[in-house]
């Protein structure tokens, strides 16, 4: 590590150790504000001192009832992220092995459709998922679950990024065509010998699916279903405290899942590398 | 699935001709694999979004009109268009311009470093995580009763809303976007900086080049192009983003995902026309596609020095 940004600064366009201190620290400084704002925030009691009421709280059974659309939301959001997790491991990246490996001519349209979503508002979405909504819930009822068919959409540009990120990386036609020579069936090929190779990736795109459908609020919100962040709007507006805390924690949650990531994915860019 | 299994020839990576023309000819049992995942894409993005396009050219009947079109044309729809568009524009050039100062100060450190991936994580989360939560965060700091806004009052005496509470309205928008800009920049524009490859240095220097020099002629233009890309996909960022705006601003729709909301949840909608969703959709719909397409042109250009 030490070499290596020594050879970019003895090479002459890497910032000098001070230029790169003065700018991380006020955009660091600058942006942790908001987030110290709302801890802050969530220590105000109500005499105009701080303390950890809001927190300790959070464990009164009293205010069980008040939490409540926080933990329905918080369940269906997970709930959620399961069923969209299963889209994204079950659809679309047994779609990405297979046009790898059969139809590399649809690679190009392929990435094409998966980064669509970026150019399409999820605003636009909705306009028109109501009326596609309306059929769904004759036909599978109106379960929670039935909204991440539409969570895979939003997620299928991140979901992409990664799976393919880790399918470049690995050798998956000359892996898959050493097991099939060697007898494996295809569901071998698949689960026992491509998947493992591809763990990151999966698990990459597992995880940002993860953040993403946690975070998400303008679809549930219009097509009028409960989420965590659609809860968090409904608790904010009778105790903004509550809501806060949430959200906090949240954030670290958040934080903690690509730190993970990060961590989970530089493994494979290392062995890629050699 | 077991029926395809002779298909896969003895194609190297060395000679793919071989394996695509196995694939191609028995390609119909293989075929059927791609068939879910196309049903899927075609129900749940095609369908919707040529379903929100089209509903904007019927009227509450179900008979054909143009008269949503003419609304586009409204004085207060075009000044939603010109308030986002606005705030986009702005938005990204600042976050832009702050998100590149950051990859810089991150330049030639290696992206295994512990810096590199908090900072990663960091930039994931608060992109990701806008929304609600950022609204929260906005009003904790510079609500009514923010961080801030206490701060400036007891010790300088200033009222930042002397003028009114301007926090949930428009102008209110601009920080809380900057503040989901800036790590979005980070995302997109870093791995364009860390493709600068320090032999283009040494060959600076070796000719007499100084560092400024080095900016200034061949940093800068080869950085342009993802520079410009970056600011593109900031922009369509802002234009599509909803959820802070919802809730931050609880009332008025002044910019175009707001005004949808309110075609899609009021009784009377604006100008008495329910399927107005549909055109603002279309609408959003056509600079999307402008934005997306400059970003394409772009990215053609900046893809030559990467790799």
Redesign the interface.
Known sequence: ?AA??R???S?????GRT??WI??IL?AGV?S??????I??TLRDRDGGHSFVHWTGLFDPANAPKYQPIWQGLTNSLILAVVTIA?VLL??A??MI??T??????SRPLEF?AL?????????????????YLVIGRTFGTGIWSLA??Y??TV?PYAYRAIQASIDAT?V??L??AA?SLGA???DVLFRVLAPNLRAGLLAASL?SV??V?????IA??LARQNL?TA??VV?KQD?YV??VF?LL??AF??AL??V???AS?PT??KARS | MTAIAPAVSGGTDATPAPSRRGAASVSTPAALGLVPFAAYVLVFLALPTLLAVVSGFFDDDGAFTLDNLIALGDPVIVQTFVNSIWLSALTAVAGAIIGALACYALLGLPSTSRVRSTVDAVAGVLAQFGGVMLAFAFIATIGLQGMITLWLQNVFGVDIFAEGAWVYSLPGLILPYIYFQVPLMVITFMPAVSALKPQWAEANLTLGGSRTGFWLRIGMPVLAPSFLASLLLLFANAFSSYATAAALASQGSQIVPLQIRAALTSEKTILGRSNLAGTLALGMIVIMAVVMWLYSLVQRRAARWQR
């Open positions: 590590m290596v940004s050879a970019a600064a090479t002459g366009f890497a910032p230029a790169r700018i991380g955009i942006f504000i908001p987030i110290i704002a709302m802050e925030f889209i659809l679309l047994p779609t297979l046009v490996l059969r139809f590399p001519r649809l459709i669509l979503p970026i150019s399409i508002p999820a605003i636009v979405l909705v306009v028109g998922l109501a009326p596609v068919f539409a895979g959409i299928l050798d036609r000359t898959a065509e099939r069936s295809w569901s940002i953040a993403v946690l975070g998400e609020y303008t919100s219009l962040q968090l709007v904010g903004a809501a806060v959200s949240a954030l958040a934080f690509l730190l990531i990060g961590r530089t860019a290392r």
